[in-house]
């Protein structure tokens, strides 16, 4: 098992460009969340999905969007990025909520310029 | 709402010794979950505990203990004899059971150097 993966794991983007983060995982889990890490602010919820086709906000997501068109894949974009979104992305699933703990990608280091 | 606090930026312990890393949360959520997670230098996230708030005991996970007081709401990880390894950052986490969204509520770290 691969567990999550995230593509890509780095990128650079000037202000106003588009672009989309890819989250797959191959645990058969029904919940997968996108979080963001910031220094000193530990991590804060983006948007999650509790099953397929399913999307919600998070603590953060103005800026962004997400789609979870397969139950593998999670999908965050950035319609028009900016500096403040300068930031280290990551991306996790549970197999449900409760006691489960959720798993974790590498995470996606993104520069705005 | 909720939160949780972990009030040490940084820590040093002496390789071999036990530490303890601080947490505190607030939550209105008559049910909940407590996790810890590790974030060592390369970046990735590795769970380490969990402590149901109805848990009548504390959790272990070998080297890894959860001093979990809930009158004082406190979650504090404690880990025994330490190894050059543990050196990362560490991260407390809440989740309200009551909801069936999932979502974990994360602290700031504590980041954890061990002295060989």
Redo the contacts between chains.
Sequence with gaps: NAGVTQTPKFRVLKTGQSMTLLCAQDMNHE?M?W?RQDP??????IH?S?GEGTT?K?EVPDGYNVSRLKKQNFLLGLESAAPSQTS?Y?C?S?Y?????????G??TRLTVT | AQKITQTQPGMFVQEKEAVTLDCTYDTSDPSYGLFWYKQPSSGEMIFLIYQGSYDQQNATEGRYSLNFQKARKSANLVISASQLGDSAMYFCAMRGLSSNTGKLIFGQGTTLQVKP
């Design positions: 919940y969340y979080y000193g602010m530990g991590l804060r919820l999650y509790v919600a998070g280290v990551f996790a549970s449900q909520a409760g006691t489960y703990e959720q798993y974790f590498p995470g």
